[in-house]
Every structure is written in C-alpha cells, then in structure tokens.
T-cell receptor
Framework: KQEVTQIPAALSVPEGENLVLNCSFT??????LQWFRQDPGKGLTSLLL?????REQTSGRLNASLDKSSGRSTLYIAASQPGDSATYLC?????????????FGTGTRLTVIP | DTEVTQTPKHLVMGMTNKKSLKCEQH?????MYWYKQKAKKPPELMFV???????INESVPSRFSPECPNSSLLNLHLHALQPEDSALYLC??????????????FGPGTRLTVL
C-alpha cells in the first residue's frame, strides 16, 4: 500500500526566507502528485499538480519538483510571507484503479514569522 | 466557475438528530467525493460517486448515507451519529476518477460537532 510521508511536520521561518517542504512516497508507480494548502479549519486549496511525466511545475513563488524514481517531491516557496502560514499537504494519485487512488501525507505546518 | 461550495459551514447536532450536508459544483465534473478530516490529520476518503453512481464506499458506517441527485450535487445524510464523528467534512470533485487529468478541487468544508 502506498505510504506518503512529509518532513518536517512543522516548520517556522522568518519572513523573506526561501524554504523547501518535502514529500516522499513508497510506491513510485504514481499517476500524478498534487500539493495542497489548508488554512486552519478550512478546505484544501490546490496549489500545483505534477503529472508523472513532468519534473517540475511553477506557479508564482511556488515551485514543485518530482523525482518519481526516488519517490520524492519538493515544494519550494520563495521569499516567504506571513500569508503563507498554513498546513501544506501532498497527495499522490495512483491512477485509475477503481479504488481509493489518492493518498495524502500528514502535512507540514508552516509558520512564517513577520 | 471553479468552485466547490458546501453548506452549512458549521453544524451542531445531537445523537438522535437527522441532518444533511450539501455540496455543489458547476465545473462539469463527473466524479465527486466525500472526505472526513479529524484535527491535525490528513483527509480520509469516505465515498466516491462517478457519473452519479456510487463507485467507492470506504467501509463507512451506515449512519452516513450519501446521495448524488444529479451531476452537480452531492449530499451526505447523517443519522444517529456519535461524538467521535465530529470532524471537518470535505467535498471534492474531479473531471472523472478514471481519466488522466485527475486534479481534485475541494470545497471549504462543513465543521460538524456531535453532542
């Protein structure tokens, strides 16, 4: 069964720093990988989706990379801002299996200190 | 319209009550999902509807009853819940659960408290 791990569980950085969040998965036969942001008590906002054939995706200050063979993805946040404070979840999609195919990591709780 | 909406935002109910959660999307997506999320945990899949038919039920107790009246609406009927069912209930949709671009879009959730 696919297992998704996110390290660190919590991260606190001063405003303006660049930072990297890590996501690792045990089964490399993934279809795609999605990064989400979740504010406390709120729903999930999709940030980036990387297809299995892609190496990276960029959106504004966010850059997500994927190394499928090694089972790793990173989310790079440039010039962090207090508004970036949230929990970041990665989710691995195993593709059309007819069963639950989206496996979530436990998240990294990010705090950006003004 | 790229939004998934959920009502109500908050719900408090007793263990003998019957209530319903509602979810709506107008993106033409044909797969819709219910997730349950406890505090500081990732979402857990409960149900998946594909083309308005239930395709996945992750061994959810019968006190949770999903319904998909049409391709835009998804309901979750609640009856005789337990306090441990208190959680954030999230709805999501995607184009289809068995095609390539399978990005899921989530609603804001309903915060449920069972007394």
């Amino acid at each position: 069964k696919q297992e998704v791990t996110q390290i660190p569980a919590a991260l606190s950085v001063p405003e303006g720093e660049n930072l990297v969040l890590n996501c690792s998965f045990t089964d490399s036969a993934i279809y795609n990988l999605q990064w989400f942001r979740q504010d406390p008590g709120k729903g999930l906002t999709s940030l980036l989706l990387i297809q299995s054939s892609q190496r990276e995706q960029t959106s504004g200050r966010l850059n997500a990379s994927l190394d499928k063979s090694s089972g790793r993805s990173t989310l790079y946040i440039a010039a962090s801002q207090p508004g970036d404070s949230a929990t970041y979840l990665c989710a691995v999609n195993m593709g059309p299996t007819g069963a639950n195919n989206l496996f979530f990591g436990t998240g990294t709780r990010l705090t950006v200190i003004p | 319209d790229t939004e998934v909406t959920q009502t109500p935002k908050h719900l408090v109910m007793g263990m003998t009550n019957k209530k319903s959660l509602k979810c709506e999307q107008h993106m033409g997506h044909r797969a819709m999902y219910w997730y349950k999320q406890k505090a500081k945990k990732p979402p857990e899949l409960m149900f998946v509807y594909s083309y308005e038919k239930l395709s996945i039920n992750e061994s959810v107790p019968s006190r949770f009853s999903p319904e998909c009246p049409n391709s835009s609406l998804l309901n979750l009927h609640l009856h005789a819940l337990q306090p441990e069912d208190s959680a954030l209930y999230l709805c999501a949709s995607s184009q289809h659960e068995e095609v390539g671009y399978n990005e899921q879009f989530f609603g804001p959730g309903t915060r449920l408290t069972v007394l």
